[in-house]
C-alpha cells in the first residue's frame, strides 16, 4: 500500500495513535491523507514520534484536526531528522503563534 485516504472518517486520537504506531514500522507508505478528523495534539505528538523512524512517508496531510502550538511543535521537531516527508499540510487547524515559530525555526535551519 502506498497511499491511505481517511478524509472525512472519523479518525480521532486514539485512531491516530494505532496508525502511528503502525507507521513506526511500515515502509512503503507514501502518502497519508487523514483531513478533517480529529487526531488533535495528541494525535499529532503520535504521528510525530513515528515519523521519527519512518522513512517512506513523503506526503501528510493533516488539514482541518483540531492541530495546536503543542501538535505543531512536535512535528516541527521531526523535521530535523525525517528526511523523506516533503508535503505537511497543516491547513486550518488551531495553530497559534508558538506552533508558528517552531516550524518556522524548523524551516530556517534549512530542513525538509
Do not use: M, Y
Amino acid at each position: 500500500l502506498r497511499e491511505l485516504d481517511l478524509r472525512w472518517s472519523g479518525v480521532s486520537t486514539r485512531g491516530a495513535e494505532a496508525l502511528a504506531k503502525a507507521l513506526e514500522h511500515n515502509q512503503s507508505l507514501c502518502s497519508l491523507d487523514l483531513f478533517c478528523n480529529s487526531i488533535k495534539d495528541a494525535g499529532a505528538v503520535a504521528i510525530a514520534g513515528a515519523l521519527r523512524a519512518n522513512r517512506c512517508l513523503a506526503d501528510l496531510n493533516l488539514g482541518w484536526n483540531s492541530i495546536g502550538d503543542r501538535g505543531a511543535a512536535a512535528l516541527a521537531a521531526i523535521l530535523a531528522t525525517n528526511r523523506s516527508l516533503r508535503r505537511l499540510c497543516l491547513e486550518q487547524n488551531a495553530i497559534a503563534e508558538e506552533g508558528a515559530e517552531a516550524i518556522a525555526a524548523a524551516l530556517l535551519r534549512g530542513v525538509s
